[in-house]
């Protein structure tokens, strides 16, 4: 099963608040104007692809429905393998050995995972995009393919209720923490009450989508030097199947235009593809202000990807 692409502009005018830009310069001054508290960038070499997790990916292109039943069970099959497995390992990078910690260090080191990076700095975002892409040596055949996107969202954007905003994890692991701490008073330290309880996925693993910020990870234990020099943060949305366009599609600027349903209502992400023929500009601008594989802490080290490649290796009921 292939994963759905973008074939025109056009349809991604439709999916996104889109924009485009033929210059460095203009991308720079697009980009420059938007960035600010609360939004969140991610870059991709081609206009074409989709935003999907790499856990998306393979399970809709391996058909791992197949042998794991739900892509929940698919999760938790994996989380359980690195907790078991590998821990000595897992301890270099977290602060304590949770789900959310796992998930954020698998996300980096070759594992796939539900979790999709984005950054509060666009030339972080701008580096990824351009990683690995040389418009010189393509062969252009259509106008969609002479593109690579930059994509943002923003807490709150559009009409302004509780109901189309992002969820913060925090809260909802705040929320389970505080009742933890009450059954903690009342009985003890019993099984289940302690704060690892509180960041299970099983507590947040069914929510459409939530924002994790690694600034705000006093429950979450993330330790990730990768993501910290990426200045970097998740989406995570429990869709096995639709790209994220399909989540964030709201055109509503008011609450009379909000449609009457008790779906998660989130406005459409912004877009801006910008021409390949600005890449080795691009690749120059960012190498003179140290946005490098050393600086954004990218080495060639992907145990994670050998540790999901023994995973696939082993029977799991």
Known sequence: MQLETFSFTMQKSVAYQYSQAFSLSDALQKLASVQKEGIYFRGQAESTW???????REWIEKELHHRFGSYQNFA???????????????KNYCKLITDISI???????????????????????????????DFCHRKI???IESFFSIYWVEKGRGAETPENDLTDINRTLEDANAQLEQ?????????????????????????????????????MHIENRRSNLQSGLFIYSSDPLNSLDKRFSSS???????PETDDLILPKIHCLDIHK???PQLKAYLSSRSYTTETLGLSTDDWGKKLYTKFLSEPHS
Do not use: C
């Open 50 to 56: 989709k935003i999907y997790s790499s856990m998306q």
């Open 183 to 219: 059954i903690r008073e009342d009985w003890g330290s019993v099984p289940g009450s302690d704060l690892k309880s509180a960041t299970q996925y099983k507590t947040w693993g069914n929510l459409p989508i939530i924002l994790m910020r690694h600034g705000e990870d006093k429950l």
């Open 252 to 258: 509503a600027k008011s609450l009379a235009e909000l």
């Open 141 to 143: 055949s259509d106008e």
């Open 76 to 90: 938790e099959a994996l989380l359980n393998y690195a907790y078991a497995n590998y821990q000595p390992i897992l």
């Open 103 to 133: 998930f954020s260090t698998l996300q980096h080191y070759g594992a796939p995972t539900p979790f999709i990076d984005w950054t509060s700095d666009y030339l972080v975002a701008l580096y990824f995009a351009s990683l690995g892409n």
């Open 277 to 279: 023929s600005v890449l």
